[in-house]
T-cell receptor, first 115, second 113 residues
């Protein structure tokens, strides 16, 4: 059973640019969540999608957005990049959110560096 | 407002001994708690979890204890092995919040041979 796949694994952008990250969940998983990991803030929740609908949103500015497709694959986009957006972006999938057993399976992450 | 706290950034333990990692939380709505292990350049890997209706859950060398009155949980690893060296994250969730986990800052465990 393939795990959660994130692409690209590494990327470098400059301030003001935008970036799109992709996530393919485990087959059969319908919920996809995104997290940002930075040395100073740890792992922070960005948003969650379930059945193509944003189910939950963290405390991030509107420059951060996402979407989910009918095959459960998800993308997140960050527009007008700032230096502080440099981070490891992690995607996680689960079968059924809110079931009381929120065991998320994480991908390896996309390491974004903003210069 | 840090709802989940791991106050020890690092912990060093001798191989074969017990490792105890601690986590405190403030939100009484949390009803499910998880521990994840993370190696550099990899995503977190699920280790063990516990529901708020229990006070202990065991899985092999790993045991998680939950003290709801103190809003405290701990992960015990016995015996510790060098391969256990990694960053350990405590996470909490609320049944109504779906895939949203609140993570602690992590504790870096080093198990020395």
């Amino acid at each position: 059973k393939a795990g959660v796949t994130q692409t690209p694994r590494y990327l470098i952008k400059t301030r003001g640019q935008q970036v799109t990250l992709s996530c393919s969940p485990i087959s059969g998983h319908r919920s996809v969540s995104w997290y940002q990991q930075t040395p100073g803030q740890g792992l922070q929740f960005l948003f969650e999608y379930f059945s193509e609908t944003q189910r939950n949103k963290g405390n991030f500015p509107g420059r951060f957005s996402g979407r989910q497709f009918s095959n459960s694959r998800s993308e997140m986009n960050v527009s007008t990049l700032e230096l502080g957006d440099s981070a490891l972006y992690l995607c996680a999938s689960s079968f059924s959110p809110g079931s009381g057993a929120n065991v998320l399976t994480f991908g390896a992450g996309s390491r974004l560096t903003v210069l | 407002d840090q709802q989940v706290k791991q106050n020890s950034p690092s912990l060093s333990v001798q191989e074969g001994r017990i490792s105890i990692l601690n986590c405190d939380y403030t939100n009484s709505m949390f009803d499910y708690f998880l521990w994840y292990k993370k190696y550099p350049a990899e995503g977190p890997t699920f280790l063990i979890s516990i529901s708020s209706i229990k006070d202990k859950n065991e899985d092999g060398r790993f045991t998680v204890f939950l003290n709801k009155s103190a809003k405290h949980l701990s992960l015990h690893i016995v015996p510790s092995q060098p391969g256990d060296s990694a960053v350990y994250f405590c996470a909490a969730s609320d049944y109504n919040q779906g895939g949203k986990l609140i993570f602690g800052q992590g504790t870096e465990l080093s198990v020395k041979p």
